[in-house]
């Protein structure tokens, strides 16, 4: 049996394109609950036809999801379970949803996840960037002063930054990602993934907007954007500058120094010249 004996909310992560992405599990379970709270009904409907199912869909998307919320509970208050999904991967990750699955868990029923398809994740995993830690930022601002405005509280993070963005602003976005973080920087544009046209690319962001002007295809679709996180502050890892820091805080900066060397393997010449930027000589 794919549900609780307790009347549940599952969110359920469907196909960002491919039909083929949709688990067994997702089925059953979109099959098996009362009702299903969708984006988009229409879009929502093709999805149901191609899996076979006939489960009752309703509309909860950015403009009702506080009623649509009040509805999801009067199920689960008469004993029936509802699965919310977005229109393409995981609910309430920069989709409709998270409010509704707050008022849900307020009102005291359980929330299950159905993982699968993010195209967060998806990016992030083919982008080479992730090893450290990644940091998944959503839509930024769509004016361009907002925008760098909120880039620039994000440049000297150490993790992999993660964006999502529309067609008609990618080009405006990676000017601006360029100019506050700088044209070094790589990143991953990814776009339509696991569509037909599915394309990814890693390049420098100074030559993001190039690449992106050679092709007019390459400004369509759905983009994943994925900015390699911040070099470390004087050529040191996260770790070292951890470590170090602990250690000038109890010992002699030259003592210090030697120990963090030991202990990271850090070259000890960037060692003791970030030990003397922290103690300010």
């Not at 998806?122 to 960037?129: E, K, M, Y």
């Not at 991953?188 to 100074?206: C, D, F, N, P, W």
């Not at 820091?245 to 030259?254: D, G, S």
Request: with cysteine.
């Amino acid at each position: 049996m794919p549900l609780s004996s307790t009347p549940s909310l599952y969110v359920v992560a469907t196909p960002l394109g491919n039909l083929h992405d949709i688990s067994p599990r997702a089925v059953a379970v979109l099959g098996a609950v009362a009702a299903i709270a969708a984006e988009d009904t229409r879009h929502s409907q093709r999805l149901l036809d191609a899996c076979g199912l006939r489960t009752r869909l309703m509309a909860l998307h950015e403009h009702n999801e506080q009623a649509a919320a009040g509805q999801v509970i009067r199920l689960l208050e008469e004993g029936d379970s509802v699965a919310l999904i977005s229109d393409a991967g995981t609910p309430a990750v920069s989709d409709p949803g998270a409010r509704a699955v707050a008022r849900v868990r307020e009102a005291g029923f359980p929330v299950i996840a159905v993982p699968g398809p993010c195209a967060a994740v998806a990016a992030l995993s083919i982008s080479g960037f992730g090893e450290h830690g990644f940091r998944f930022v959503g839509f930024l601002p769509p004016k361009s002063a907002a925008r760098r405005a909120a880039l620039d509280a994000l440049r000297d993070d150490a993790d992999a930054l993660i964006f999502y963005e529309a067609p008609h602003r990618i080009a405006e976005c990676v000017v601006d990602l360029a100019a506050v973080f700088g044209p070094q920087r790589r990143v991953l544009i990814a776009r339509e993934l696991t569509k037909l046209h599915e394309q990814s690319v890693v390049l420098a962001l100074g030559e993001a907007p190039g690449w992106l002007d050679a092709d007019p295809n390459r400004l369509r679709g759905e983009f994943v954007l994925v900015v390699e996180g911040a070099p470390p502050a004087s050529g040191l890892g996260a770790e070292a500058e951890r470590v170090l820091a602990l250690l000038l805080a109890e010992l002699p900066l030259k003592a210090a120094v030697r120990l963090a060397a030991e202990i990271t393997g850090a070259p000890k010449n960037a060692l003791y010249a970030r030990a003397l930027e922290l103690k300010g000589a």
